[in-house]
């Protein structure tokens, strides 16, 4: 079993629609829980971190089930820019400094 | 403030030879970690290693892989005896501290082709 496991998609969305993307973690250790952007197999960018409160920013929504070890993305209003790969990231933290555990990514794509 | 720069951005190798990877942290950052991103797969942790030492390599391929960040210059990951399977992209980042996901910087990449 994969320590991070995403729905590869892809999702496909028209401009303004709500997307949800899920994220399930293997290891109870994980401490710190984030979603990064990659492009185009770029460089991947840090999107948000996940807080057990729950986090937003803007039109971007993510949660944390630490029970079920479970992680959320929401996407409001869609743009055409949002199209990309999303990475569910896990990191155990403490002494795990900056050793990230990625998930294989989820392909949105926003057509008009 | 210039970013974590890696080159060469695109690399083409035969089996059998080797490839060197570079790595220029961003100024002030003394942590480097290489992760490797196989097609249709996600980053996967390599190395991480501080001024001169190895701190964790527990990502590495047992065999034919290294990687290095002295005193002075770049990190370096450095393949030897290239096979096809080693095609992929590698991603260096670096943090000002061990840190986590929030301080990470990463570099653009280095797209390994072997022929």
């Known amino acids: 079993r994969k320590e991070v496991e995403q729905d590869p998609g892809p999702f496909n969305v028209p401009e303004g629609a709500t997307v949800a993307f899920n994220c399930t973690y293997s290891n109870s250790a994980s401490q710190s829980f984030f979603w990064y952007r990659q492009d185009c197999r770029k460089e991947p960018k840090l999107l948000m971190s996940v807080y057990s409160s729950g986090n937003e920013d803007g039109r971007f929504t993510a949660q944390l089930n630490r029970a079920s070890q479970y992680i959320s993305l929401l996407i409001r209003d869609s743009k055409l820019s949002d199209s990309a790969t999303y990475l569910c990231v896990v990191n155990r933290g403490g002494t795990s400094y900056g050793k990230l555990t990625f998930g294989q990514g989820t392909i949105l794509t926003v057509h008009p | 403030n210039a970013g974590v720069m890696q080159n060469p951005r695109h690399l083409v190798r035969r089996r059998g030879q080797e490839a060197r990877l570079r790595c220029s942290p961003m100024k002030g950052h003394s942590h480097v970690y290489w992760y490797r991103q196989l097609p249709e797969e996600g980053l996967k942790f390599m190395v991480y290693?501080?001024?001169?030492?190895?701190?964790?390599e527990s990502g590495m391929p047992k065999e034919r892989f290294s990687a290095e960040f002295p005193k002075e210059g770049p990190s370096i990951l450095r393949i030897q005896q290239v096979v096809r399977g080693d095609s992929a992209a590698y991603f260096c980042a670096s943090s000002p501290d061990p840190g986590s996901g929030e301080k990470l910087f990463f570099g653009s990449g280095t797209q390994l082709s072997v022929l």
């Open positions: 290693l501080q001024k001169e030492n190895i701190i964790d």
